[in-house]
């Protein structure tokens, strides 16, 4: 039978993201975003944010120090593998009393370490009303991990990228 291995002496640090961080942030994004969804999307789409990576660090560096943003990085011995961004008002006009996760993304390597779960917990902590909500691609597996997170599915819309319509869940998270 085989066991997933853990790393039980790894030192997981979660802390507001800070200027400095945004590359380590970016670089991560890039390659999470495309272990996950290297079969929802073609090559061109990953291309295309590998060439907007100088862009998207400028955005971050602006983001990070925005009032309605707050972004949060665990550290594993000085290296950043994971962020997580939330947002006090929801970007989706439904969910105006909600916050909301912009995005949350752990490299493979650190998968099922419990860094999501901190993660998360330092996003409750932080959102105002605590209540948030995000939106996940059908079919990423990260759905089972909202759901263990208390993640409740209470829709599904249509999303268009790359002229391609796919699904998207939107999850509502409540304390």
């Not at 039978?1 to 979660?14: C, D, E, H, W």
């Not at 090559?43 to 990070?64: G, M, P, V």
Request: positive net charge; hydrophobic residues 40%; aromatic residues 14%.
């Amino acid at each position: 039978m085989f066991f997933k291995s853990y790393n039980l002496n790894m030192r997981v640090i979660i802390r507001k993201a800070k200027i400095g961080d945004e590359a380590q942030i970016v670089d991560i994004n890039i390659n999470v975003y495309e272990s996950t969804y290297k079969n929802f999307f073609d090559q061109s789409t990953f291309e295309k944010k590998r060439l907007n990576r100088d862009k998207n660090i400028a955005w971050w560096r602006e983001h990070i120090n925005e009032k309605d943003c707050c972004a949060f990085v665990a550290e594993v011995n000085g290296k950043l593998v994971g962020y997580i961004d939330i947002f006090q008002v929801s970007r989706n006009e439904q969910f105006k009393d909600y916050g909301e996760v912009g995005s949350i993304y752990i490299l493979d390597e650190y998968h099922k370490q419990g860094i999501g779960r901190k993660l998360f917990e330092k996003a409750f902590e932080n959102i105002k009303n605590k209540r948030f909500m995000l939106n996940v691609l059908k079919g990423n597996p990260a759905i089972n991990f909202y759901e263990k997170m208390g993640g409740k599915i209470i829709d599904e819309i249509d999303f268009v990228k790359n002229e391609k319509v796919f699904k998207l869940y939107v999850v509502i998270f409540e304390k």
